[in-house]
């Protein structure tokens, strides 16, 4: 229904922003623009887009803090002078009539069992019940047997009833009551209809004295509890998959230590790590084409690819825990303690323990991965993999930064909103595939799903009510790890400032763009869980998060100058004049051995 989703009103004007500070020389950025030669003052305007983001966020929180959605079921409160309140789940049918949202003000109904309980019927009417008269102005109870639930309601109309409630049966399915195919039939009972569960039924029936019931939605917050653990978990993936990302950059910059050349004080070579691949647009064609093939494959054949999407996750999930475990244990001096194995004499025994761990974590994930508590250990896996997989991916300039997340961006709404138009049974393959599309009913009217695609970080709802179906707040991989890459961009740019000349005087100066892109990826997160939990429906979370961190780099690029870097950044930070003079030294050597052989073979045939 309608009314059991919204936003809640919120009003707050916290007044005209102030002027912008003027830029002085302190706010002022000086680097060495090596293309163009020359020196360029760039203003640094940092404390306005502050106060923006500041505005912004601070009427975010208030939506979130206003904003309200309702549980699936309705929460029937049974009370009673001799018992005190209990709560049972209801499911009502609201074609009848609407429930009140929240306790406060909800109807209170006196409870009269129908007398019998099943409404006294083979054919249903009102002259089977012998009681009729008590039932005026009260809320029936029927027990589920053989009456259709319309006979019910029919009897509760007969004798002038306020509400029905029907309790079920404890072998049978809670469902909701529903009534024929006539819309009259509604119209005639404006009042609750309700099924109560099986425990209802025992309470009402033990408790002694006046029993009365009322029945609302419960409310609860916009954005589930679980919320945070996904800010948390993916900011931290960002962080920690840029910085590493980018520690070649990091190595360059002025005062690091003591570099290959010798002196304390001079640049790394600008060079790049050997395990990092760049994105070009030949691999952004590849990626849509293969992904949309794989996604389509795993929608009609899902059943016999899930294993092998789940063999995979494990192996990768494996390698790419022990890379974390390792990168750290190698910086200790423990790791210089080596055990001698057949295969491979001298071995750090702490790699050892981290092959132990990862693949014992891969292995507990895959026996328990039905389990309540596994998706911890799918996460653990999963937070391991984005990282690894931000590391090792580069993005070498702003234009590839923006085909990616764009042309992403395109393909995750087409999966998701249009397929829908175009499956004989009007679901998204993306929603399938991520689902698995193998929907069960569990004996609580919930649905449950097997086998469900493990490359994503799943988080259960911890704030829903208790008459609310379980469930699990998702979040693809590509919504992290894509922008993720972008987001390592601009902690590589911030770094190319800083080698170029730049003299940052406050920490906010020094990472600028990955900051306000950070906050931007955040605000586009929640932007992407607010959507979900009003529209109650999956949403692509790209929609949200390529635009928010696409226009704050590209905005905060254009108010300080920097588009032009952006664009070459390889030629920015020398790497386009590295390899160029690393090929010049490699054709220049095999020249130079071919002069050798050519002498050496003209000296051969002299002495002939």
Same mark, same amino acid.
Request: aromatic fraction near 10%; proline fraction near 6%; glycine fraction near 8%.
């Given at each position: 229904?309608?009314?059991?989703?919204?936003?809640?009103?919120?009003?707050?004007?916290?007044?005209?922003?102030?002027?912008?500070?003027?830029?002085?020389?302190? @706010?002022?950025?000086?680097?060495?623009?090596?293309?163009?030669?020359?020196?360029?003052?760039? $203003?640094?305007?940092?404390?306005?887009?502050?106060?923006?983001?500041?505005?912004?966020?601070?009427?975010?929180?208030?939506?979130? !803090?206003?904003?309200?959605?309702?549980?699936?079921?309705?929460?029937?409160?049974?009370?009673? %002078?001799?018992?005190?309140?209990?709560?049972?789940?209801?499911?009502?049918?609201?074609?009848?009539?609407?429930?009140?949202?929240?306790?406060?003000?909800?109807?209170?109904?006196?409870?009269?069992?129908?007398?019998?309980?099943? #409404?006294?019927?083979?054919?249903?009417?009102?002259?089977?019940?012998?009681?009729?008269?008590?039932?005026?102005?009260?809320?029936?109870?029927?027990?589920?047997?053989?009456?259709?639930?319309?006979?019910?309601?029919?009897?509760?109309?007969?004798?002038?009833?306020?509400?029905? +409630?029907?309790?079920?049966?404890?072998?049978?399915?809670?469902?909701?009551?529903?009534?024929?195919?006539?819309?009259?039939? &509604?119209?005639?009972?404006?009042?609750?209809?309700?099924?109560?569960?099986?425990?209802?039924?025992?309470?009402?029936?033990?408790?002694?004295?006046?029993?009365?019931?009322?029945?609302?939605?419960?409310?609860?917050?916009?954005?589930?509890?679980?919320?945070?653990?996904?800010?948390?978990?993916?900011?931290?993936?960002?962080?920690?998959?840029? *910085?590493?990302?980018?520690?070649?950059?990091?190595?360059?910059? /002025?005062?690091? #230590?003591?570099?290959?050349?010798?002196?304390?004080?001079?640049?790394?070579?600008?060079?790049?790590?050997?395990?990092?691949?760049?994105?070009?647009?030949?691999?952004?064609?590849?990626?849509?084409?293969?992904?949309?093939?794989?996604?389509?494959?795993?929608?009609?054949?899902?059943?016999?690819?899930?294993?092998?999407?789940?063999?995979?996750?494990?192996?990768?999930?494996?390698?790419?825990?022990?890379?974390?475990?390792?990168? #750290?244990?190698?910086? =200790?001096?423990?790791?210089?303690?080596?055990?001698?194995? /057949?295969?491979?004499?001298?071995?750090?025994?702490?790699?050892?323990?981290? =092959?132990?761990?990862?693949?014992? !974590?891969?292995?507990?994930?895959?026996?328990?991965?039905?389990?309540?508590?596994?998706?911890?250990?799918?996460?653990?896996?999963?937070?391991?993999?984005?990282?690894?997989?931000?590391?090792?991916?580069?993005?070498?300039?702003?234009?590839?930064?923006?085909?990616?997340?764009?042309?992403?961006?395109?393909?995750?709404?087409?999966?998701?909103?249009?397929?829908?138009?175009?499956?004989?049974?009007?679901?998204?393959?993306?929603?399938?595939?991520?689902? #698995?599309?193998? =929907?069960?009913?569990?004996?609580?009217?919930?649905?449950? &799903? @097997?086998?469900? *695609?493990?490359?994503?970080?799943?988080?259960?709802?911890?704030?829903?009510? $208790?008459?609310?179906?379980?469930?699990?707040?998702?979040?693809?991989?590509?919504?992290?790890?894509? /922008?993720? +890459?972008?987001?390592?961009?601009?902690?590589?740019?911030?770094?190319?400032?800083?080698?170029?000349?730049?003299?940052?005087?406050?920490?906010?100066?020094?990472?600028? &763009? +990955?900051?306000? =892109?950070?906050?931007?990826?955040?605000?586009?997160?929640?932007?992407?869980?607010?959507?979900?939990?009003?529209?109650?429906?999956?949403?692509?979370?790209?929609?949200?998060?390529?635009?928010?961190?696409?226009?704050?780099?590209?905005?905060?690029?254009?108010?300080?100058?920097?588009?032009?870097?952006?664009?070459?950044?390889?030629? +920015? %930070?020398?790497?386009?004049?590295?390899?160029?003079?690393?090929?010049?030294?490699?054709?220049?050597?095999?020249?130079?051995?071919?002069?050798?052989?050519?002498?050496?073979?003209?000296?051969?045939?002299?002495?002939?």
């Amino acid at each position: 229904m309608d009314h059991r989703q919204g936003l809640g009103n919120f009003e707050h004007d916290r007044g005209p922003l102030p002027p912008p500070a003027e830029v002085t020389p302190a @706010s002022a950025w000086t680097f060495n623009d090596q293309t163009l030669g020359s020196t360029v003052d760039v $203003p640094f305007p940092l404390p306005h887009v502050v106060r923006e983001f500041e505005r912004a966020m601070w009427g975010l929180g208030l939506l979130l !803090l206003a904003g309200t959605a309702f549980a699936d079921d309705a929460v029937a409160e049974i009370r009673s %002078l001799a018992r005190g309140p209990a709560t049972s789940c209801a499911k009502c049918n609201e074609y009848w009539g609407m429930i009140q949202v929240g306790a406060s003000g909800a109807r209170e109904y006196p409870v009269v069992w129908a007398e019998p309980a099943d #409404g006294g019927c083979v054919n249903a009417s009102a002259a089977n019940v012998t009681n009729g008269a008590a039932l005026q102005g009260a809320a029936v109870m029927f027990t589920r047997g053989p009456c259709l639930f319309v006979d019910m309601v029919d009897v509760a109309i007969e004798w002038g009833a306020a509400a029905v +409630f029907i309790v079920n049966v404890p072998d049978r399915q809670a469902v909701i009551p529903g009534g024929g195919p006539n819309a009259s039939e &509604y119209a005639a009972f404006q009042h609750p209809v309700c099924m109560l569960d099986a425990s209802a039924g025992e309470l009402l029936s033990t408790t002694s004295g006046t029993v009365s019931i009322a029945v609302y939605y419960p409310i609860y917050p916009v954005l589930d509890a679980s919320t945070s653990i996904f800010v948390v978990v993916a900011i931290g993936v960002l962080v920690v998959g840029s *910085m590493w990302n980018t520690h070649k950059e990091r190595e360059r910059l /002025p005062g690091r #230590g003591e570099r290959r050349s010798g002196s304390v004080n001079a640049p790394a070579p600008a060079e790049r790590s050997e395990d990092q691949q760049l994105m070009t647009k030949g691999t952004i064609a590849f990626f849509l084409v293969f992904a949309s093939f794989f996604l389509l494959l795993l929608y009609f054949f899902y059943k016999y690819l899930i294993y092998l999407l789940l063999v995979g996750f494990g192996l990768f999930g494996a390698l790419s825990v022990y890379e974390l475990l390792a990168a #750290g244990a190698c910086r =200790t001096a423990l790791w210089r303690k080596t055990v001698n194995l /057949p295969w491979n004499p001298r071995t750090p025994w702490l790699a050892v323990l981290c =092959t132990g761990c990862s693949v014992g !974590l891969a292995i507990g994930w895959g026996l328990t991965r039905t389990a309540s508590f596994s998706w911890v250990l799918q996460d653990m896996l999963g937070v391991s993999i984005l990282i690894t997989m931000i590391r090792v991916v580069t993005i070498p300039n702003l234009k590839i930064g923006t085909a990616v997340l764009s042309c992403l961006l395109l393909y995750d709404v087409f999966f998701v909103f249009v397929t829908p138009l175009i499956t004989p049974d009007g679901s998204s393959v993306m929603v399938n595939a991520a689902t #698995g599309n193998q =929907t069960q009913i569990d004996e609580n009217g919930c649905q449950s &799903y @097997s086998n469900m *695609m493990p490359f994503l970080l799943r988080v259960p709802a911890l704030s829903r009510p $208790p008459c609310s179906c379980p469930h699990y707040s998702m979040l693809g991989f590509g919504d992290v790890a894509l /922008p993720g +890459f972008v987001v390592a961009l601009t902690l590589r740019f911030d770094y190319a400032l800083i080698i170029n000349g730049a003299r940052p005087r406050t920490f906010a100066q020094r990472y600028s &763009y +990955f900051l306000v =892109t950070l906050t931007a990826y955040l605000v586009g997160l929640l932007s992407a869980f607010v959507a979900a939990s009003q529209m109650a429906m999956a949403q692509p979370a790209l929609l949200y998060l390529s635009p928010a961190v696409l226009l704050s780099i590209w905005i905060q690029a254009w108010c300080r100058g920097h588009i032009k870097h952006l664009k070459d950044l390889e030629g +920015f %930070l020398g790497y386009k004049a590295a390899q160029s003079d690393s090929s010049h030294r490699t054709s220049s050597s095999d020249g130079d051995e071919s002069t050798d052989q050519l002498l050496a073979g003209h000296s051969s045939d002299s002495d002939a």
